[in-house]
């Protein structure tokens, strides 16, 4: 008998078997990224993006097709790392806005939803490339279009998936360096098999469903200047209200109201239909009760900032020289300034160095790493600014950024598209406090697009790319726009990467070590950097980044 409408129950089987086997394939999904680097991949960012929505899920109470929307909508968009998981919550976006308002789908509203979806990731890339993850959805898009009038969903969903893998098979005659390497796009594989994995829910195929318990947040995250304050609200409360009824500006004036007859330190952001909410209070009770009034609630945590305060001055004791992470609360009575920073930077190094050039707030993460949505969000709520910039410092990162930037809407935020750590800290040196957010982005772009960035690590996988046959465990020296050198020598390599970089125009090299580098060798090659490029000032820093032996700069 033909399987002619989904149900709620149904699809939420479909996503979390969709989830499950992408969860599964994850490992196989990295090793198709065309750069053999050892970082944070395709397949891990999208299952930490997929994941975080699977949590939302499971967690419902009563599964309605408008409630699951909403769960797979904000988890997946909270939860987004790198530009696939970025892109695959705009996907889940698009689809749950179509499906939300639908008591039972059909082919028909799945290829609504579909093209629903497609639209809404488009939009959200600035420069959409084809032979990716997009292209792959959109033909998925196009051919559930054509089989919008199906009475069979099995039917229906084979010949979609059919279709989307010969896209994906297609991918690397779009992207010559897919070509090179001789791999499909590894975002486009994620997406198919999410698809393959919600057709195994469809037919009701034995799955294990289960997953991992939400990781509390880090230590980082928490505020953490209490070591001498006198806590007056000693509750750090948040949740997320799923709205159910009515919220506009007066009903959120009121809430925002009721909250600070209660607390202090308030976040009231709402988009669409949530409400993101962090207060400290003493009644965090009172808080819940009131965000009841206006709907169900999800992601709700409690910590006892007294407790913390107890830990950190006994911390304090044990090591009177220790120092103020990143994670400081600036909401916790410093007086609210007109900027303030937010960078995302790991090593103990570069993160002195950032916080030595102002910057507030430090996400660790980047390549090994991408820090997601709510992570972003997280460090927004820490700076108590009325204009906050941020600094991706990674490609792979800006799209998380952006969007988190669209959901905060109590403060003005700029992000910087700062693709590499160099370019993060000429964008701390170009930024001036006395000129207006406007001047300090335009100074601050122009700045960063004279400096050019090396870094050089080791190779995970044999491959070939951008014209270099490359083994596993060779030294690579990448560039802002493609592999420049391949060697088995760090030293040597990195060197023949800054002949490449270096031009007539270079008067600064900066050299960044990281912690697999000697100190006393790190010198000796600066020596020899400045002997082989004497017209050139250099300077020699620890940066103690993982994975990379050095970080250049060339300015």
């Known amino acids: 008998m033909a399987i002619t409408t989904i149900n709620a129950e149904t699809l939420s089987k479909m996503f979390l078997a969709g989830a499950a086997n992408l969860d599964a394939k994850k490992e196989w999904i990295n090793e198709l990224n065309v750069f053999p680097v050892p970082d944070g991949d395709t397949g891990t960012n999208m299952t930490l993006t997929i994941m975080s929505a699977v949590r939302e899920v499971t967690a419902l109470q009563n599964v309605t097709l408008p409630a699951l929307a909403k769960a797979i909508s904000t988890g997946s968009l909270r939860g987004a790392r790198g530009n696939s998981g970025v892109i695959l919550s705009q996907l889940f976006r698009g689809f749950t806005k179509v499906i939300s308002g639908c008591e039972q789908l059909t082919c028909g509203v799945l290829a609504q939803a579909a093209e629903k979806a497609v639209e809404t990731a488009y939009k959200a890339v600035m420069k959409p490339k084809e032979g990716t993850i997009l292209t792959v959805a959109r033909g998925l898009s196009q051919k559930a279009a054509e089989l919008a009038d199906c009475d069979d969903l099995e039917l229906f969903m084979n010949e979609v998936i059919a279709y989307g893998d010969q896209v994906l098979a297609q991918t690397p005659d779009m992207l010559p360096v897919l070509k090179e390497a001789g791999v499909v796009d590894s975002g486009g594989q994620g997406l198919m098999q999410v698809m393959k994995g919600a057709l195994d829910g469809l037919l009701g195929k034995e799955l294990d469903l289960s997953v991992e318990p939400s990781v509390s947040r880090p230590r980082e995250n928490r505020p953490a200047n209490l070591a001498d304050a006198d806590i007056k609200f000693g509750y750090c409360t948040e949740f997320i209200i799923m709205l159910e009824k009515e919220f506009g500006p007066a009903e959120e004036q009121r809430f925002k109201a009721y909250l600070e007859s209660i607390g202090d330190s308030i976040v009231c952001v709402s988009m669409d239909d949530i409400v993101k909410v962090h207060v400290h209070t003493n009644q965090p009770g009172n808080a819940i009760q009131k965000g009841l009034s206006y709907g169900s609630l999800t992601s ?45 930077s790991i090593g103990d190094g570069l993160n ?17 790493m991408n820090p997601s949505t709510e992570d972003l969000l997280n460090a927004i ?70 400096v050019k960035t090396g870094q050089v690590t080791y190779a995970v996988r044999d491959t070939s790319v951008d014209g270099f046959e490359i083994t596993k465990e060779d030294i690579m020296g990448i560039g802002d726009d493609g592999i420049l050198a391949v060697g088995q020598d760090i030293e040597e390599t990195t060197m023949e990467m800054l002949k490449k970089l270096v031009d007539e125009e270079t008067g600064l090299i900066s050299l960044l070590y990281g912690d697999d580098v000697d100190a006393e060798k790190a010198e000796e090659f600066a020596a020899k950097v400045e002997e082989q490029f004497p017209d050139c000032d250099m300077e020699l820093q620890y940066g103690g980044q993982p994975i990379y032996y050095y970080i250049v700069s060339v300015e």
Do not use: W
Request: no cysteine; glycine share 6%; charged share 30%.
């Open 381 to 450: 709520d820490q700076v108590n600014a009325d204009t906050i910039f941020i600094l991706p410092n990674n490609k792979n990162i800006i799209l998380a950024a952006n969007q988190a930037r669209d959901l905060v809407e109590d403060k003005n935020i700029i992000v910087i598209g700062t693709k590499t750590v160099p370019q993060g800290i000429a964008a701390m040196v170009a930024f001036s406090p006395d000129a207006e957010p406007e001047e300090n982005e335009k100074a601050i772009l122009e700045e960063i697009a004279d």
């Open 352 to 368: 002195e160095i950032f916080r030595e050039l102002g910057v507030d707030h430090l996400i660790e993460g980047g390549q090994t």
């Open 300 to 344: 709700m945590k409690i910590d006892n900032m007294r407790e913390e305060h107890q830990e950190l001055l006994f911390q304090k004791g044990e090591n009177d020289g220790l120092k103020d992470e990143e994670a400081v609360s600036d909401e916790s009575g410093q007086e609210r300034k007109k900027y303030g920073f937010v960078a995302v």
